[in-house]
């Protein structure tokens, strides 16, 4: 008997299916980001546009002193509140990372922002809140010495303020 030999031989080896299954399983990864990045993209989770759009207070940020900072920022007439709480701790061992979180309990509130009235740029952060979101924002910021820490919010149209004294042993500032 006479063996016939098929011209048509499929042989696959264990480094080409490693390597084929490696490519599909790194496809089916991309596919699913892609498709969760575009879900949350069109559901409104995510706001490249409005992040990339600069919509920051660049000359608050770049303001010397805490005068210039608040009107820089927009900040007319604070009013002092206590519907603002701000929790410091009274002295800060390391300024490089003070932690602080604040409270807004004035209804509306639709902004929070920091000052630290001694930094070398005394604007430290501001942050927007949609309607249905709670008014906190916990953070670490940097104090180069001891100085009053600002919380501002602004509420229906007026700027509320809230003060406390935060002294720090090793300022983090680098100056």
């Given amino acids: 008997m006479r063996k016939s030999t098929s011209l ?3 042989s696959t080896s264990t480094e080409t299916g490693n390597a084929m299954n490696r490519l599909r399983r790194s496809l089916l ?4 980001a892609t ?3 575009g879900t949350a993209l069109v559901c409104g989770l995510l706001a490249p546009l409005r992040a990339l759009a600069g919509l920051w207070p660049a000359a608050a940020f770049d303001a010397k002193t805490i005068d210039e900072a608040l009107q820089a920022a927009g900040v007319v007439d604070p009013l002092t509140s206590q519907d603002i ?4 701790p009274e002295i800060a061992e390391n300024g490089a990372q003070v932690p602080v979180e604040i409270a807004s309990h004035i ?6 922002y920091i000052f630290v009235d001694k930094n070398p740029q005394p604007f430290t952060g501001s942050f927007e809140f949609r309607e249905d979101a709670e008014r906190f924002v916990s953070t670490r910021i940097k104090m180069g010495e001891s100085s009053t ?6 509420a229906e149209g007026k700027y509320y303020m809230a003060a406390r004294e935060v002294k720090v042993t090793i300022g983090g500032c680098g100056e």
């Fill in 107 to 112: 209804p509306g509130t639709r902004s929070i």
């Fill in 29 to 32: 990864k991309l596919g699913s």
């Fill in 149 to 154: 820490l600002r919380a501002v919010a602004f």
């Fill in 85 to 88: 709480a701000i929790k410091a």
């Fill in 8 to 10: 048509w031989t499929t």
């Fill in 35 to 37: 498709a969760v990045a």
